[in-house]
């Protein structure tokens, strides 16, 4: 061809990972390690994400800040800098390197308590980090959550599938003293409270049918009551898992949409499943928008969702000033 091509290679499966940082020239303050909740390829202002790390070992932490460190002296970077890594088994790959703020600075500010936007405006002009009483780098006390907002309800024909283009509009925090509870927090900020009771939908590609049958079986641990259509029902029973059928669009009715707006739905798991099905899909994703049903279109947030309901269920809410928090970890 007679103009450029670029040819990137895709890392299934990765766990994407963000790191703020601020530099002087010469040190380096790592704000805050990032560990997303969606993974890598979905857009990073898309993606739920957690601080401190929810799933990450203590060597490829060290790995992380190693590198974080040599690019951002190496760069020469004065003030803050964002990079974004993704994690393949033990291997970890840089995404992007970007020597300026990034939309989640705010994020990692507020959770921390330390303002780096003031720290590296300061430097820019001439300060060390060594002027600084910044606290020492380590393990927070508690977790942080991020979770986007959506505009979805005001463009009822838009499909909510993620994916690499930004949709988001906006961002919520949940704090607390574990990942299920600031998750069931982040949510319920978002105006998607997660249900403690129900029934729940599922319908997923084949090539998440053997992730989605834990999820499945904590869901029917829980108490809820399962439906899933048909391709879903068969790879769910084949492992003990209880449910009924749902019946897509083209199979009768009642069907999930009848289903959906008589309220007999309480929350929805549904991953893209091919072209044939593309239309019921898009429609169920519509129509849970429309009737503000809670909708997990990943098999990492649905993950993540059952850990939040799990707490709800069974834990307290606990609900401080965000002061208090920070002078736990200060």
């Given at each position: 061809?007679?103009?450029?091509?670029?040819?990137?290679?895709?890392?299934?499966?990765?766990?994407?990972?963000?790191?703020?940082?601020?530099?002087?020239?010469?040190?380096?303050?790592?704000?805050?390690?990032?560990?997303?909740?969606?993974?890598?390829?979905?857009?990073s202002g898309d993606s739920a994400c957690v601080l401190p790390p929810h799933s990450l070992n203590p060597k490829v932490i060290r790995t992380i800040k190693d590198y974080t460190r040599s690019l951002a002296r190496e760069l020469k970077v004065i003030g803050l800098i964002n990079i974004q890594y993704a994690l393949l088994g033990e291997s970890v790959y840089v995404l992007e390197v970007n020597p300026r703020a990034s939309r989640t600075v705010p994020f990692v500010s507020k959770a921390t308590g330390v303002p780096l936007a003031k720290v590296a405006t300061k430097i820019m002009i001439g300060k060390k980090l060594r002027d600084f009483n910044l606290p020492k780098e380590k393990d927070l006390s508690y977790v942080a959550v991020k979770e986007a907002v959506f505009p979805f309800s005001k463009f009822p024909e838009v499909d909510p599938i993620l994916g690499p283009e930004m949709k988001a509009t906006g961002e919520v925090m949940g704090i607390a003293s574990s990942f299920g509870l600031a998750f069931c927090k982040a949510e319920e900020a978002a105006e998607m409270k997660l249900p403690v009771e129900g029934t729940v939908l599922i319908s997923v590609a084949d090539k998440y049918k053997k992730e989605i049958v834990e999820v499945a079986d904590r869901l029917n641990k829980l108490g809820f009551k399962i439906l899933a259509t048909k391709g879903t029902k068969g790879a769910l029973e084949k492992r003990g898992i209880r449910c009924e059928l749902a019946l897509k669009l083209h199979e009768g009715r009642p069907n999930i949409i009848d289903d959906i707006l008589n309220k007999r739905i309480q929350m929805i798991i549904n991953t893209p499943v091919g072209r044939e099905s593309k239309y019921d899909d898009s429609y169920i994703r519509k129509a849970a928008i429309q009737y503000k049903v809670p909708y997990i279109t990943t098999i990492a947030a649905a993950t993540a969702t059952v850990e939040g309901i799990e707490t709800a269920k069974y834990g307290a809410i606990d609900?401080?000033?965000?002061?208090e928090y920070h002078a736990c970890s200060g």
């Amino acid at each position: 061809p007679q103009h450029p091509v670029l040819i990137d290679k895709f890392l299934e499966k990765a766990i994407e990972i963000e790191v703020d940082a601020v530099c002087d020239g010469d040190e380096v303050f790592i704000g805050g390690i990032m560990e997303h909740i969606e993974e890598a390829g979905v857009h990073s202002g898309d993606s739920a994400c957690v601080l401190p790390p929810h799933s990450l070992n203590p060597k490829v932490i060290r790995t992380i800040k190693d590198y974080t460190r040599s690019l951002a002296r190496e760069l020469k970077v004065i003030g803050l800098i964002n990079i974004q890594y993704a994690l393949l088994g033990e291997s970890v790959y840089v995404l992007e390197v970007n020597p300026r703020a990034s939309r989640t600075v705010p994020f990692v500010s507020k959770a921390t308590g330390v303002p780096l936007a003031k720290v590296a405006t300061k430097i820019m002009i001439g300060k060390k980090l060594r002027d600084f009483n910044l606290p020492k780098e380590k393990d927070l006390s508690y977790v942080a959550v991020k979770e986007a907002v959506f505009p979805f309800s005001k463009f009822p024909e838009v499909d909510p599938i993620l994916g690499p283009e930004m949709k988001a509009t906006g961002e919520v925090m949940g704090i607390a003293s574990s990942f299920g509870l600031a998750f069931c927090k982040a949510e319920e900020a978002a105006e998607m409270k997660l249900p403690v009771e129900g029934t729940v939908l599922i319908s997923v590609a084949d090539k998440y049918k053997k992730e989605i049958v834990e999820v499945a079986d904590r869901l029917n641990k829980l108490g809820f009551k399962i439906l899933a259509t048909k391709g879903t029902k068969g790879a769910l029973e084949k492992r003990g898992i209880r449910c009924e059928l749902a019946l897509k669009l083209h199979e009768g009715r009642p069907n999930i949409i009848d289903d959906i707006l008589n309220k007999r739905i309480q929350m929805i798991i549904n991953t893209p499943v091919g072209r044939e099905s593309k239309y019921d899909d898009s429609y169920i994703r519509k129509a849970a928008i429309q009737y503000k049903v809670p909708y997990i279109t990943t098999i990492a947030a649905a993950t993540a969702t059952v850990e939040g309901i799990e707490t709800a269920k069974y834990g307290a809410i606990d609900v401080k000033p965000i002061q208090e928090y920070h002078a736990c970890s200060g």
